[in-house]
């Protein structure tokens, strides 16, 4: 099929209007014709055996599409996952070469292109390598920051790009400009090739002109009287959000043609068939600013809102009367907000999103007033905000989450806990776990709802609990990628069904609509998001397959779903198929559907786009929900942790083999940890997690199984299980939040919320016969064995672990003829040293999770979201620490290695190898290999930081310590 967006005039004439004029008509087809011309004017081959030969896609005719002359932020060209992937152009003649211009996919997967190397030829088989991009990720398209390469007048024919690892190479766009001739694109139409396709190769399906798809559309019928039993819906009315990703709309998704004056809160009248404003922009300060979610008051006479005046404004929060009266901002900059932004960037602000009425009166909402930033992207440039609460007049505002990724859309239970989103990766694809979770309204108790085992990239948003309050609740089922507000299917999700996953796609074979076995029901099948395959969603055609489409321009989306019943849902709906997702202002209206696939129109304006709707009606009050605190540990800043018995739940782990407790810490990334300065390395290009983990200690487990323990508060924890050499058995691919004086217990390490597991015995169990533990030091850690003596420590594999090597294994493991073909010396590479990359290469400390780019297997955000039985990862699936350890390893046959280290060491190493191949201790200092040295450039710059392992006060702080800069 054709690029996933055609031409940037095609889009916009297509998105204009619900029907084209024949002109503009013609202009499109002409655009989409110029397009498969360059693509079918590449020679066609003959189909690998096995394949289908006509109209097989060559690498030529999928290699055409980074010479189309279209730039638009996706990919013009895509390979298979492969060693050193290539693309290249023909120029047909050898000629002096000014420069070339790289034009990236402006998504988190264009980070796989940013070592990528230039190469020239004359001949097409004699190559020189003439640049090698330093790691940085660099754009395209959307920001129009492509990469351009000076060339200095060198003689070539063809231009190769290629990557030096194993991945998949795909950018949008390459062009090639002469030495005498700097305007002219030399490689416009030329032919190109690449070293193999791929099943994103030219698309999916077959090319189809844009707006061409005839997408299948659920019926409709007139809305009967009698379907809904209130007069009123609150509603918002404005244009679609213009983010590019689901938790972006604070930072791209409001762009300056969002804002215009009749953006606002609204009723629609269902008796009357009228609308009336509540509050409309025109009135807001500013006179046009963009209007998000709404929050009703549970008597119905109130509204909250959030807010943003212009495109360089924070979003605060405000209140109306439903009557449009009482008009004011709740939240305000906070007092410290100039101090904030500086340590992000110059012109910065916080932003308060969301909002929620509390039982209590106070307001919950998301801010990012904690400082964090997303993990993923590139130099610390995308926000991740977490829950906050504040008393009714806006003051007294109180972080009550330190999640190091986003949380949203929180709204109170009938029972008073409070149900948000949030997304989380511990040791998982970056990707997956898009999960609901509960609270109370003081930030304790998280527990989740669904979503952690989700093997999916789909994301549950804006839940809602449905009337019968047993358990199941409604959310729309959304996209990593794009975005224009989160939309997708809507989702009927039981979060107290035993199985924890999705079940197969839509298109799959075996697929089910009402399958019992499943947690999840997809209400509007015929939109999905597969579960491998991002950007974008899938729909049914109506010649009954489906088509994969990043524009949402082949059928039907949705999104904020409010059960007015068990069974019907009032939502957002994109009526028109052919609508793009986000760039069409009326796109979507207020429908009402069923669990029968039934759709009634309910409310549609003509200009704008109808949103959130609610029902106008009085609700009762939750209770107050009173937390249990205790005393002694609020005023020290933690919480007890009690576990009746680990093992239970832990297959294959037999009683009594836990021995230890490891108590870690999920770091934030906050905002003063940003570059900005060149030759920086962004945790975003880590190989494996893209988060430091530090360790607070260890505490004991006893016989029985059982554990009672201190824990530090608002803090991200995680645990592991350890055995009696500390060496992990389990590891918690989740975290909790603990609030001051909080206690938490458990009766196993099932891993899994809802996992029936056998009845508690009646006996006391035998840590609770004693004070509870506080964390400790690992022995390799005691003063007296040669370690700091604290409990706390920073995990850095340049000063904990190259010593050792250099120290016992590099005389057999040097740089000449190494044993075993590995090389365990610290040279530096550009991200990492080279010991560091031979075995996260090689996987030799058990199987790497890597949350977004990899060593070998390029892009693996989209993966590693099951539920993993114990012995999975690290000491006991690792090759390294079974020849350390193990004397019936065959490489010990000849050199018994398992003496080489002493006890520390092997504890030092087994650590690390439980750590999921950790290289750095904390976000803090220059890291990249340009600062082993001075720069000229930067005097005040001191080589002594270069990779500077962070004391452990410094790494867990949300200020950068001042050798950071």
Not at 306 to 332: K, M, N, T, Y
Not at 390 to 404: F, I, K, R, T, W
Not at 461 to 483: E, K, N, S, W
Request: hydrophobic share 35%; charged share 20%.
């Amino acid at each position: 099929m054709l690029r996933a967006l055609c031409l940037a005039v095609a889009a916009c004439l297509l998105v204009a209007a619900p029907a084209l004029a024949d002109d503009a008509a013609a202009q499109v087809e002409k655009a989409w014709l110029t397009q498969l011309a360059i693509r079918q004017s590449a020679p066609r081959q003959s189909a690998p055996q096995g394949q289908a030969s006509s109209g097989a896609l060559t690498t030529q005719s999928d290699a055409a599409g980074g010479v189309d002359g279209i730039k638009n932020g996706g990919f013009g060209f895509h390979t298979n996952q492969e060693d050193k992937p290539w693309w290249q152009v023909d120029l047909e003649k050898v000629q002096p070469l000014g420069r070339v211009v790289v034009w990236n996919r402006c998504t988190p997967d264009g980070a796989r292109a940013a070592r990528l190397h230039v190469l020239l030829s004359g001949d097409g088989k004699s190559w020189r390598t003439v640049y090698e991009h330093d790691g940085t990720v660099f754009g395209g398209a959307s920001d129009n920051k492509p990469l351009g390469v000076s060339l200095g007048g060198a003689e070539a024919r063809f231009v190769r790009i290629q990557l030096p690892e194993r991945t998949w190479l795909h950018l949008d766009e390459v062009e090639v400009f002469g030495r005498d001739d700097p305007k002219t694109n030399l490689a416009l139409g030329r032919p190109a090739d690449q070293s193999s396709t791929s099943q994103w190769s030219g698309g999916r399906p077959a090319a189809t002109p844009p707006g061409r798809v005839t997408a299948w559309s659920p019926p409709e019928a007139p809305l009967p009287p009698d379907a809904m039993d209130f007069d009123e819906i609150l509603f918002v009315k404005r244009k679609p959000y213009s983010s590019n990703h689901y938790y972006t709309d604070i930072n791209n998704g409001t762009a300056g043609d969002r804002f215009v004056p009749d953006n606002g809160i609204y009723v629609y009248n269902l008796r009357t068939k009228e609308e009336r404003a509540v509050v409309t922009a025109a009135q807001m300060p500013g006179g046009k600013g963009f209007i998000g979610k709404i929050s009703l008051s549970f008597d119905a006479r109130k509204v909250l809102f959030d807010f943003r005046e212009d495109p360089g404004a924070g979003f605060r929060i405000w209140e109306v009367g439903v009557d449009g009266r009482g008009l004011r901002q709740v939240s305000h900059p906070p007092a410290d907000e100039a101090e904030k932004a500086a340590r992000w960037r110059k012109g910065w602000h916080t932003d308060d999103i969301h909002p929620c009425y509390l039982p209590d009166g106070k307001i919950i909402f998301s801010s990012t007033r904690g400082e964090h930033t997303v993990l993923c992207g590139g130099s610390s440039h995308l926000v991740a905000p977490t829950l906050h609460r504040m008393a009714p007049d806006g003051s007294n505002v109180e972080q009550l989450s330190n999640s190091p990724v986003s949380e949203f859309c929180p709204l109170v239970l009938g029972d008073g806990r409070v149900m948000y989103h949030r997304w989380e990766y511990i040791d998982k694809g970056a990707r997956v776990a898009k999960t609901v979770w509960t609270m109370l309204p003081d930030g304790s108790q998280c527990r989740e709802v669904y979503g952690l085992a989700d093997d999916t990239t789909t994301v549950y948003m804006y839940p809602q609990p449905l009337p019968a309050d047993d358990g199941r609740i409604v959310c729309v089922g959304t996209c990593h990628f794009p975005q224009g507000g989160c939309l997708g299917a809507i989702m009927l999700v039981n979060g107290l069904h035993s199985n924890r996953e999705r079940g197969p796609d839509p298109d799959a074979k075996d697929y089910v609509q009402w399958d019992d076995r499943y947690a999840v029901t997809n209400l509007t099948p015929h939109v999905f998001i597969q579960r491998r395959t991002e950007p974008g969603w899938h729909f049914l055609t109506d010649e009954g397959r489906y088509v994969h489409d990043r524009n949402g321009r082949s059928g039907h989306l949705y999104t904020h779903p409010w059960p007015v019943s068990d069974t019907r849902f009032l939502v957002s709906y994109k009526v028109r198929a052919a609508d793009h997702y986000k760039d069409v202002p009326d796109a979507y209206a207020l429908y009402l559907i069923d669990t029968h696939g039934h759709h009634w129109p309910v409310h549609k304006d003509k200009n704008l786009s109808c949103w959130h709707p609610t029902p106008l009606v009085t609700r009762q009050t939750p209770p107050l929900v009173a937390p249990t605190r205790e005393p002694t540990y609020v005023a020290g800043g933690k919480a007890l942790c009690v576990v009746a018995d680990i093992t239970l739940g832990m297959t294959g782990v037999k009683p009594g083999e836990v021995k230890w407790i490891r108590i870690n810490e999920a770091l934030p990334r906050y905002w003063s940890t940003g570059r900005r300065w060149g030759h920086a390395v962004s945790s975003s290009q880590w190989k494996a997690a893209l988060w430091p983990r530090v360790q607070w200690g260890v505490v004991p487990v006893e016989k029985d199984g059982s554990a009672c323990f201190e824990v530090p508060a608002n803090r991200s924890i995680f645990f592991q299980a350890l055995d009696a050499d500390f060496r992990e058995l389990q590891r918690e691919r989740t975290y909790v939040n603990y609030k001051p004086g909080e206690v938490r217990s458990c009766t196993g390490c099932h891993g899994e919320s809802g996992r029936s597991v056998p009845p508690a015995s009646m006996t006391t169990p035998l840590a609770l016969q004693r004070p509870p533990s506080v964390p400790r030091p690992q022995p390799c850690d005691l003063a007296e064995n040669g370690g700091t003596g604290l409990a706390g420590q920073v995990i850095h594999y340049p000063s904990d672990i190259q010593p050792i090597w250099d120290a016992k294994c590099v005389s057999c493991h040097g740089k000449k003829d190494p044993a075993g073909d590995l090389v365990l010396t610290g040279d530096l590479t550009t991200l990492y040293s080279v010991s560091y990359e031979q075995l996260a290469s090689k996987e030799m400390a058990g199987p790497i999770i890597p949350e977004f780019t990899s060593f070998r297997q390029g892009d693996r955000g989209n993966y590693n979201g099951a539920y993993l039985p114990p012995k999975s990862l690290g000491c006991y699936k690792s090759a390294l620490v079974e020849v350390l350890t193990s004397r019936d390893d065959p490489k010990n046959a000849k050199d018994d290695h398992t003496k080489m280290l002493s006890d520390r060491e092997r504890m030092i190493v087994s650590r690390w190898v439980d750590t999921n191949y950790q290289f750095y201790g904390s976000y803090y200092g220059r890291q990249h290999s340009h600062w082993a040295v001075a720069d000229p450039g930067d005097p005040a710059y001191d080589p002594a930081h270069f990779r500077r392992k962070a004391t452990f006060a410094e790494s867990v702080s949300d200020h950068a310590p001042a050798w950071h800069r």
